[in-house]
């Protein structure tokens, strides 16, 4: 279901808090348009013209990343934790025009291209925040560093007074709590690139909530939730898919036994 506004994550699961004014800038980096093309057809998508974001788009739009499947079971429902401007969004919306596709995103000069790419799609409900572990701090920021090229990260601190940095409070929920509050039942599919706090929200969430969903897409940060991943996954999917970024950093793709694809 469409979300009516663009409201923040606790805000929408609880309604007890008021929305969380975000300072109002422009964003420092320039937008490039690409097409992006389905077997159902073609449409243009808008993102921060930066390495990191060129790359991404450029290995989801090709299915390097997050490869596409002919699954076995009805795919009727998408959660994409750390959407960025919505490639995978959008590309899951392409080819599950009647799954119901939740996308989170944190960054508030992010959201607004999230908001834009996907505004045309019906079954896209965008949520402004972030999903966290059980025991991350309540109250969280982006760090924005205008001359990286990684453009934003979340932390629990704001930028000290000198700093060049600019730093924006964000929303979050545990994962755990909006799994249960929000989602209300397993997703088919669940994509995490959450910058080294997948770790927590895979302990957040459990093996028994993980077990019922289809298809899990996991970046990952370092050894420890790699490790995780395999302990947690291993009794109830098999690994499929791997991409290897970097040492610390990489892809994983789980598949429960009984939605083993196709290769789309």
Known sequence: MPCEREDTLREQSTRKTSKMPLEPVTAPWPTKIVQVTSKTGTRSFRFFDTEPDRLAVT???????YPQYVLTQ??????DLGANSGIFTVTRAMQYPDARIVAVEPDPHVFKLL???TQDLPNVSRWQGAVVGDDDPEQLYIRER?????MSFVTDK????N???RTFPISTLPASQFWDDVLKEPPSI???DIEASEGAVLQSLGRERLAKV?????EYHGAFPRLLADQMLAPSHLLVAARIITPDQGELTFIRPDWMPQKA
Do not use: F
Not at 214 to 218: E, H, M, R, S
């Open 158 to 161: 704001p930028a000290e007074e």
């Open 146 to 150: 205008c001359c990286c090229t990684v």
């Open 74 to 79: 009805p795919v009727t429902s998408i959660l």
């Open 190 to 192: 669940l994509k995490m």
């Open 214 to 218: 289809g298809v899990i897409y996991l």
């Open 163 to 165: 700093s060049p940095d």
């Open 59 to 65: 290995a989801v739009g090709s299915r390097t990343s």
């Open 115 to 117: 908001i834009e790419n």
